[in-house]
């Protein structure tokens, strides 16, 4: 049972069917076997919060998953929420308001933020900060991030 | 790191699950949420010869409400948990303390379950078994257990699971009428393991508690439900009283050292709890000093 196992999933809107070791964390699947190296790994023990992705329209740490479990599931990728535009404002902000330096916690920081703002469209700085809280920097000290964060929402309020 | 090579089961019912277990005993682990086991995976700090995921088992999922009860199968999330109508009517400390663990996409994965085999003295749904009087039922192939929440947690990570059982639900008795309930933690971070924590049932009457339950936890190696704090219940509570108590709280705790915090800072921080507690629930700002 510690052959490659069997699985079919969506990735991005993509169908991929393959084969893969149990051992594999969904992380390096999206890594090493797809290529899509937007989604970064930091600590893979589910600290920092660089590999967050969304599984079944959810965000989750891709470290701490499995690819065999990700059977039968719809994986988005940053790739996915930066190709189809979901994303495109808060990008711009997070450029805009050098809420990145170095850039490695800046996709999880996406996923993070988004997943956020598609539940909520009035976060106060307290909200943000608690919905980000798993998500590490090590360049900005924050700030700047709960700044583009914040201010993509009102704008996403105002063009409503 | 990455985790080391291990064979994988997915387990179509109970009874496979059961199975699974019975032949393989304590080389297999069950894999619900992974949000303790992937990271010990990942870490080498345990390296299991076989997963058997219990993920797809349906029947494992959901919270029920039956003539009192609040069963909660072991596969609910903690996010589910967190949004659950019945979880904020019944059992509101539980919504309070899933708030305080670990993050979104931690909580989207990780399940009631999962947290309560793993028993890590540090984490918050352990202490709410202890102070709210969970029932914790396990099933092995020989039937099922009933283990009241005091007798399940033996030390770190360890509890009275064996190997060929699976914690399959929880039951808590819903809230009672003028039930009150406080929930805190020290962390580093929001979502982190805690420092030091309590979670608090109550009924206060009459500026009283008639009943009172204090789980205290991160402060030894398993959640510490507070003898001590039997002494506060139908009597006018005095600062006198309050330093007796803090006292023989003391006695109770058993915390250790690491890189977060020493065992002196954990005992202080379980004090300054514990006061928190007692003046909020009853509002006695007189009894905090933060407020004097």
């Given at each position: 049972?510690t052959a490659p196992?069997?699985?079919?999933?969506?990735?991005?809107?993509e169908?991929?069917?393959?084969?893969?070791l149990?051992?594999?964390?969904?992380a390096?699947f999206?890594?090493?076997?797809?290529h899509?190296?937007?989604?970064?790994v930091?600590c893979e023990?589910?600290?920092?919060?660089?590999c967050?992705?969304?599984?079944?329209?959810e965000?989750?740490r891709?470290?701490?998953?499995?690819?065999?479990?990700?059977?039968?599931?719809?994986?988005?990728?940053i790739?996915?929420?930066?190709?189809?535009?979901e994303?495109?404002?808060?990008?711009a902000?997070?450029?805009?308001?050098?809420?990145?330096?170095c850039?490695y916690?800046?996709?999880?920081m996406l996923m993070?933020?988004?997943?956020l703002?598609?539940q909520q469209?009035?976060?106060d700085?307290?909200?943000?900060?608690?919905?980000?809280s798993?998500?590490?920097?090590r360049?900005?000290?924050?700030?700047?991030?709960?700044?583009?964060?914040?201010?993509?929402?009102r704008?996403?309020?105002?063009?409503k | 790191?990455?985790?080391?090579?291990?064979?994988?089961?997915r387990?179509?019912s109970?009874?496979?699950?059961?199975?699974?277990l019975a032949?393989?005993g304590?080389?297999a682990?069950?894999?619900?949420?992974?949000?303790?086991?992937?990271?010990?995976?990942?870490?080498?700090l345990?390296s299991?010869?076989?997963?058997?995921?219990?993920?797809e088992?349906?029947?494992?999922?959901?919270i029920a409400?039956k003539g009192?009860v609040?069963s909660i199968?072991a596969?609910?999330r903690h996010?589910?948990?967190l949004?659950?109508?019945?979880?904020?009517?019944h059992?509101?400390?539980?919504t309070t303390?899933?708030?305080?663990?670990?993050?979104p996409?931690?909580?989207n994965?990780g399940?009631?379950?999962?947290s309560?085999?793993h028993?890590?003295?540090?984490s918050e749904l352990?202490a709410?078994?202890l102070?709210l009087?969970?029932?914790?039922?396990?099933?092995?192939?020989a039937?099922?257990?009933r283990?009241?929440?005091?007798?399940?947690?033996?030390?770190?990570?360890?509890?009275?699971?064996?190997?060929?059982?699976?914690l399959?639900a929880?039951e808590?008795?819903?809230?009672?009428?003028n039930?009150s309930h406080?929930?805190?933690?020290?962390?580093?971070?929001?979502g982190?393991y805690?420092?030091?924590?309590?979670a608090?049932?109550a009924?206060?009457?009459d500026?009283?508690f008639?009943?009172?339950?204090?789980?205290?936890?991160?402060v030894?190696?398993?959640?510490?439900l507070?003898n001590?704090?039997c002494?506060?219940?139908?009597?006018?509570i005095?600062?006198?009283?309050?330093?007796?108590v803090?006292a023989?709280?003391d006695?109770e705790?058993?915390?250790h050292?690491?890189?977060q915090?020493t065992?002196?800072?954990?005992r202080?921080?379980a004090k300054?709890?514990l006061?928190r507690?007692?003046?909020t629930?009853?509002?006695r700002t007189?009894?905090?000093?933060?407020?004097?």
């Amino acid at each position: 049972m510690t052959a490659p196992m069997p699985i079919s999933l969506q990735v991005n809107g993509e169908r991929v069917d393959t084969h893969v070791l149990p051992r594999l964390n969904l992380a390096d699947f999206l890594r090493e076997h797809l290529h899509l190296t937007g989604t970064h790994v930091g600590c893979e023990h589910g600290v920092c919060g660089a590999c967050t992705v969304r599984v079944n329209n959810e965000i989750v740490r891709a470290c701490l998953m499995l690819a065999v479990q990700t059977h039968g599931a719809s994986v988005q990728t940053i790739e996915g929420l930066s190709d189809s535009g979901e994303v495109a404002d808060l990008q711009a902000a997070f450029r805009d308001r050098n809420a990145l330096q170095c850039g490695y916690c800046t996709p999880g920081m996406l996923m993070a933020a988004q997943d956020l703002l598609r539940q909520q469209a009035e976060p106060d700085r307290e909200q943000i900060r608690e919905h980000l809280s798993g998500n590490y920097c090590r360049c900005t000290g924050y700030q700047a991030i709960v700044d583009a964060v914040e201010t993509t929402a009102r704008s996403r309020r105002e063009h409503k | 790191m990455k985790a080391s090579a291990f064979a994988y089961a997915r387990a179509t019912s109970i009874g496979n699950a059961l199975e699974l277990l019975a032949a393989h005993g304590d080389k297999a682990k069950v894999l619900s949420g992974g949000q303790s086991l992937m990271p010990a995976m990942n870490l080498r700090l345990i390296s299991p010869e076989l997963i058997v995921d219990i993920g797809e088992i349906g029947e494992l999922r959901g919270i029920a409400l039956k003539g009192g009860v609040l069963s909660i199968g072991a596969l609910t999330r903690h996010a589910d948990l967190l949004k659950s109508p019945e979880i904020a009517a019944h059992s509101p400390l539980l919504t309070t303390a899933v708030a305080h663990v670990a993050h979104p996409a931690i909580r989207n994965r990780g399940t009631i379950g999962g947290s309560l085999a793993h028993a890590d003295p540090a984490s918050e749904l352990p202490a709410c078994m202890l102070a709210l009087g969970a029932i914790i039922i396990a099933r092995g192939q020989a039937g099922e257990r009933r283990i009241p929440a005091k007798d399940f947690f033996r030390g770190i990570y360890e509890t009275a699971l064996s190997a060929d059982e699976l914690l399959v639900a929880v039951e808590l008795p819903v809230t009672r009428k003028n039930a009150s309930h406080f929930f805190d933690e020290f962390a580093r971070r929001q979502g982190d393991y805690a420092v030091a924590g309590l979670a608090a049932d109550a009924v206060v009457k009459d500026g009283a508690f008639t009943d009172l339950h204090l789980a205290f936890f991160a402060v030894g190696d398993r959640p510490v439900l507070s003898n001590a704090a039997c002494r506060l219940i139908n009597v006018v509570i005095t600062p006198a009283l309050m330093a007796d108590v803090s006292a023989a709280l003391d006695e109770e705790l058993n915390p250790h050292d690491d890189q977060q915090a020493t065992a002196s800072m954990r005992r202080h921080l379980a004090k300054v709890l514990l006061v928190r507690c007692v003046s909020t629930l009853l509002g006695r700002t007189d009894l905090d000093a933060r407020a004097a």
